[in-house]
């Protein structure tokens, strides 16, 4: 079983984006039984709090449910519990080697190495707290969510 924890800034629009759409691409694959996919966020601001509407639009757009999803942080605990940490950006990088202690074993990425071809560097998930752009969001999202799966599946 592969175990994957999504990680942005606050875990009410990318990261659990990311962690239903995953969910969605696993199950469509009849992956289910071999994955086990989570998220969290970087900060404190927004624990508790449910995925935020814009974002929950988006995903039933697709026919994508994340009932009952609320935010929480990261823990150290979460790197010895999770094969893969991915961040949506590099800021939420930097805030996972942080939290974790750094990355010993090589389990904290970003979501765009998945979607970037070998050799080039990855871009970052478009934030769209600040963007309002949800569509380029869900693109980024699924791209490297798509990629995630190619590789581990």
């Known amino acids: ?9 606050g875990n009410i629009c990318r990261s659990p984006m990311a962690e239903f759409i995953m969910k969605d691409l696993v199950q469509k694959a009849g992956l289910t039984p071999a994955f086990r996919i989570a998220s ?9 709090n449910p995925v935020y509407p ?5 995903l039933a757009e697709h026919g994508i449910r994340c009932d009952g999803k609320t935010a929480r942080q990261l823990t150290r605990r979460d790197y010895a519990s999770f094969d893969l940490l991915i961040g949506m950006d590099q800021a939420n ?37 600040y963007s309002r752009n949800f569509e380029q969001t869900w693109i ?5 969510c798509q990629g995630l799966l190619r590789r581990y599946s």
């Open 1 to 9: 079983m592969i175990k994957i924890l999504f990680v942005c800034h």
């Open 40 to 48: 969290a966020a970087t900060s404190t601001e927004e624990i508790g």
């Open 54 to 58: 814009p974002a929950r639009r988006k």
């Open 93 to 129: 990088l930097h805030n996972m080697h942080r939290i974790c202690g750094g990355d010993p074993e090589g389990k904290l990425h970003l979501l765009m190495e998945f979607a970037c071809p070998p050799g080039q560097t990855p871009g970052e998930v478009s934030d769209p707290w």
């Open 140 to 144: 980024d999202v699924l791209a490297g």
